[in-house]
T-cell receptor, first 112, second 113 residues
């Protein structure tokens, strides 16, 4: 069965700290990977996506993620977080079609 | 672009009442998805459509839930009768064929008392 695991449910950081959120997936065949962000009271928005090619993917707002096939991982990183990055982050995986399986999400709180 | 439009944004109802949630996808998108978000279970896919045809409804929790897409610009998710455990935020999303990128609506927050 397809599944996505996010190991950190709640993360609290100070501004300017570095961020890494873990994501592991279990998927047969070709996999497309995504990170979505949900700011408080808003809908989910795409941060970045990986379909193929360079395993280091850069997204909006300074976020990046690295696809490591051997580890079935797609961790999200940002070198220096800002208070405005406070949000919930979802990793998602899909098998080439449009049906995505989401992880349970990671709540990030950035303190001033 | 208008984005995915959902209504109502908030709904409070009593147990046993019928609830209808509505969604207008982005024009030109041929996939439409209904997700449910709860604290306990995160984001769950309930059902999705391709070209107005239901493709996978295995996530629909019970027969009390039904979804329709009568045309390319409108879909409904109906719960009848509603129960307190149905309280959640219901998201509609749409996408183009094979892009894998979903565009989400603002969600409908349902509270069943």
């Amino acid at each position: 069965a397809q599944s996505v695991s996010q190991h950190n449910h709640h993360v609290i950081l100070s501004e300017a700290a570095s961020l890494e959120l873990g994501c592991n997936y279990s998927y047969g065949g070709t996999v497309n990977l995504f990170w979505y962000v949900q700011y408080p009271g808003q809908h989910l928005q795409l941060l970045l996506k990986y379909f193929s090619g360079d395993p280091l993917v850069k997204g909006i707002k300074g976020f990046e993620a690295e696809f490591i096939k051997s580890k079935f991982s797609f961790n999200l990183r940002k070198p220096s977080v800002q208070w405005s990055d406070t949000a919930e982050y979802f990793c998602a995986a899909g098998g080439g079609g449009n049906k995505l399986t989401f992880g349970t999400g990671t709540q990030l709180k950035v303190e001033l | 672009d208008a984005g995915v439009i959902q209504s109502p944004r908030h709904e409070v109802t009593e147990m046993g009442q019928e609830v209808t949630l509505r969604c207008k996808p982005i024009s030109g998108h041929d996939y439409l998805f209904w997700y449910r978000q709860t604290m306990m279970r995160g984001l769950e896919l309930l059902i999705y459509f391709n070209n107005n045809v239901p493709i996978d409804d295995s996530g629909m929790p019970e027969d009390r839930f039904s979804a329709k897409m009568p045309n390319a610009s409108f879909s409904t998710l109906k719960i009848q009768p509603s129960e307190p455990r149905d309280s959640a935020v219901y998201f509609c999303a749409s996408s183009w064929v094979n892009t894998g990128e979903l565009f989400f609506g603002e969600g409908s927050r349902l509270t069943v008392l």
